[in-house]
Nanobody, 126 residues
Framework: QVQLVESGGGSVQSGGSLRLSCVVS????????MAWFRQVPGKEREGVAF???????TYADSVKGRFTIARDNAKNTLHLQMNSLKPEDTAVYYC????????????????????WGQGTQVTVSS
């Protein structure tokens, strides 16, 4: 069973930075593809950033150049560094993971992931 626990959310002013972390309780997380999503009330969950088992990354256009996803395999932790935050980045952020298989294509769609964290709130004020 894979468990994901996010931390690092909070409130910042526009232009500020936050670093989210997601601790993965799994035997060998390097075989997992992982991603960050976000959701605001009344809207669908949106993919933010994805990292595959080879550390190749993909970002939503809205966060390119501002957010960086990275994994620390030694600490079984996934990070999302968020810089130049904007009020429209306000959302609950979720960590997601799935066991890599060659039969699936992974990216920024929520349905591609089986395991989810509980979410952490990020609020950006103008």
């Amino acid at each position: 069973q894979v468990q994901l626990v996010e931390s690092g959310g909070g409130s910042v002013q526009s232009g500020g930075s936050l670093r989210l972390s997601c601790v993965v309780s799994a035997h060998a997380n390097w075989r997992y593809v992982m991603a960050w999503f976000r959701q605001v009330p009344g809207k669908e969950r949106e993919g933010v950033a994805f990292i595959d088992t080879g550390d190749k990354t993909t970002y939503a256009d809205s966060v390119k150049g501002r957010f960086t996803i990275a994994r620390d395999n030694a600490k079984n932790t996934l990070h999302l560094q968020m810089n130049s935050l904007k009020p429209e980045d306000t959302a609950v952020y979720y960590c997601a993971a799935d066991i890599w298989t060659s039969f699936k294509k992974y990216g920024l769609r929520p349905g591609e992931y089986v395991y989810w964290g509980q979410g952490t709130q990020v609020t950006v004020s103008s």
